[in-house]
């Protein structure tokens, strides 16, 4: 089959820079295939040959007329690389689509062919330098080596430099928020401080090593005050110098998401919230049922809450009694209509004990006078601001 045999054999010899060890099927369909080979991402999302990244399609004179054939795995035209599959049953749909068709039993491994090696001498290089990439990636995962981390560079005279600009941003962006859980102590110097703390949480980290960090750069970072746009992807932490959060998705924030919330942001004292999307699990005060493992969530340092873009669902979320507890003294920020919906015309016995805590609202309406007759009763201390 030429290159097609030439490539699986040959990564299936299992040399230091270009294999299959390590790789694993990701995909089985009973009655139907198994897939495998991805020696890059090892999830079915990537691949790569000899050849370089991708190499040609040669023929399909091969058939898929029986279980145990193997064939490559391609995204369209001239596109394979390591990945495989072997047949389960006959497939002849596949005929003209994945080249291969090999019966698959191997008789043995074998070298690598001296004429990969010596055509792409370039592409091999680089491929060993990707390999050591990803065997540090996964040396990076093993909590082992990974509970105390230092990302410093050391020099003479017991200084510390700061790693270069890639292996940085590496660290930033890929390996520090998929191992963040297992960081206990941290090791930073004082120019990349910022960016490493700041890229992700780090739930379990209880030391810092500070590396010529100066006093203002430590104060700015350790007692940032603000924390906008948390989403549904917010991974936790604790963070008690905040006061100020805002949470914002398209994805609906859902009772669990606000405990969250209150856990890691225990001082917080503003909260604005953007979400039009509906909540998914609603609950009725009327059901004991519904309501018994719900955890009422208690935010006792939080003065003004801000749902001018918040769907009705989060009025309710904050203003009913079996979900959130508010402290006395609460600035509330909401549109009338809203807040007519969630309470029923002010005669909802389960949003009556927080709306009383509301001292001041900032309410858009066009009939003030109205409104204060109707408010009257119901939230007795309320000072509204009309506009």
């Known amino acids: 089959m030429g290159n ?64 145990g054939i193997l064939s490559m795995v391609n995204a369209g035209p001239n596109t394979n690389s390591s990945q495989f599959f072997i047949t389960s049953v006959a497939l002849p749909y596949f005929d003209d689509k994945y080249p291969g068709g090999s019966s698959c039993r191997l008789k043995g ?42 990302l410093t560079i050391g020099v003479a005279d ?62 700015r970072i350790f007692t940032a005050k603000y924390y906008e746009y ?3 992807n917010f991974p936790d932490g604790l963070f008690k110098y905040v006061r100020e959060v805002s949470l914002y998705d398209e994805r609906p924030f859902e009772h ?45 340092y939080l003065r003004l809450l801000d749902l001018f873009d918040a769907r009705d669902d989060y009025a309710e979320q904050f203003l009913l009694e079996f979900k959130t507890c508010l402290p006395i003294k609460v600035d509330l920020h909401v549109h009338f209509s809203t807040l007519n919906r969630v309470t029923h015309n002010f005669t909802r016995n389960a949003t009556r004990m927080n709306c009383a805590k509301i001292i001041d609202a900032v309410v858009p309406c066009g009939k003030p006078s109205a409104l204060k007759q109707l408010l009257k009763d119901y939230m007795p201390d309320l000072k509204i601001m009309f506009f």
């Not at 090696?117 to 990439?133: G, Q």
């Not at 005060?285 to 493992?293: A, F, I, L, V, Y």
Request: net charge positive; charged share 25%.
């Open 158 to 219: 017991g200084l510390f430099d700061r790693l270069d600009n890639q292996k940085r941003e590496r660290f930033r962006l890929q390996i520090l928020p998929s191992i963040r859980h297992k960081i206990e102590w941290l090791g930073v110097e004082a120019s990349s401080l910022e960016d490493i703390l700041l890229c992700t949480s780090y739930p379990n980290l209880y030391g810092l090593g500070l590396h010529g960090i100066e006093e203002n750069t430590a104060l």
């Open 256 to 300: 669990e998401f606000f405990i969250k919330i209150a856990k890691c942001f225990p001082f917080m004292e503003k909260l604005t919230v953007y979400n039009k999307k509906p909540q998914l699990n609603k609950f009725d005060e009327r059901s004991t049922d519904d309501n018994r493992h719900l955890s009422v969530i208690q935010y006792p």
């Open 109 to 150: 491994h074998r070298k690598r062919p001296e004429t990969a090696i010596k055509r792409h001498k370039t592409t091999l290089i680089f491929t060993l330098f990707r390999r050591v990439n990803q065997r540090f990636t996964r040396l990076v995962h093993d909590s082992v080596f990974t509970n105390r981390l230092t």
């Open 4 to 67: 097609f045999k030439e490539n699986f054999q040959a990564l299936c010899a299992g040399e230091d820079y270009l294999c299959y060890v390590g790789s694993k099927f990701t995909h089985v369909f009973p009655q139907y295939i198994i897939r495998g080979g991805d020696i890059t991402s090892f999830d079915g999302s990537n691949g790569e040959s000899i050849f370089g990244k991708h190499f040609p399609d040669e023929n399909f004179k091969n058939k898929h007329n029986k279980p």
């Open 230 to 232: 948390i989403t549904n």
